[in-house]
């Protein structure tokens, strides 16, 4: 267990509104990582951040930004949602070995 | 540019038999190479890792997986499976010294009693 959690977990919301999703860890790690899951795609990286305030843009970043003021909270934000969003969202943290430990998840439909 | 790919989407086995799920990656040298494994409506929990040294390398629950070089391979193996391993299994491969692990598509394992 990394320290990880997610929330929310479960998140129904409509096209066209902003939606904030927070991944908060309890141990201090620099790393942290946002990916999209979706069937026959696997995981792929949408935004990640290598400290507060620093982050960089991942394989699929179009639609979201984020934001890291402290340390332990890393957040996903889309701006307005379409329903090319629906996903199930997994934050992840990368351990001093160069492991990425991940978080439970939140699914998220757009309708 | 790097790549994974499982070219298993769907694997049946029997409880009992022997397993082993491929993995082929693209990447001009050394990777780093993970196995992670999903359970429905859960996380991904890392089952084995690869950075250097012994090409065979130990993971949990009696998984393990084996580096070919030669192949560009990371396949993982596990001798009797279990009921309780139906689940889906992501190979991944990271760049040394960079931030980024790219993952494959996965494999869905069903266990038949």
Not at chain 1, 4 to 22: A, D, N
Not at chain 1, 29 to 54: A, C, E, F, N, T
Request: proline share 4%; glycine share 8%.
């Amino acid at each position: 267990d990394a320290g990880i959690t997610q929330s929310p977990r479960h998140k129904v919301t409509e096209t066209g509104t902003p939606v904030t999703l927070r991944c908060h860890q309890t141990e201090n790690h620099r790393y942290m990582y946002w990916y999209r899951q979706d069937p026959g795609h696997g995981l792929r990286l949408i935004h990640y951040s290598y400290g507060v305030k620093d982050t960089d843009k991942g394989e699929v970043s179009d639609g979201y930004s984020v934001s890291r003021s402290k340390t332990e909270d890393f957040l996903l934000t889309l701006e307005s949602a379409t329903s090319s969003q629906t996903s199930v969202y997994f934050c992840a943290i990368r351990e001093s070995t160069d492991t990425q430990y991940f978080g439970p998840g939140t699914r998220l439909t757009v309708l | 540019a790097q790549s994974v790919t499982q070219p298993d989407i769907h694997i049946t086995v029997s409880e009992g038999a022997s397993l082993e799920l491929r993995c082929n990656y693209s990447y001009g040298a050394t990777p780093y190479l993970f196995w992670y494994v999903q359970s429905p409506g859960q996380g991904l929990q890392l089952l084995l890792k690869y950075f250097s040294g012994d090409t065979l390398v130990q993971g949990i629950k009696g998984f393990e997986a084996e580096f070919k070089r030669s192949q560009s391979s990371f396949n993982l193996r596990k001798p009797s499976v279990h009921w309780s391993d139906a689940a889906e299994y992501f190979c991944a491969v990271g760049e040394r010294n960079t931030d980024k692990l790219i993952f494959g598509t996965g494999t869905r394992l069903q266990v038949f009693p």
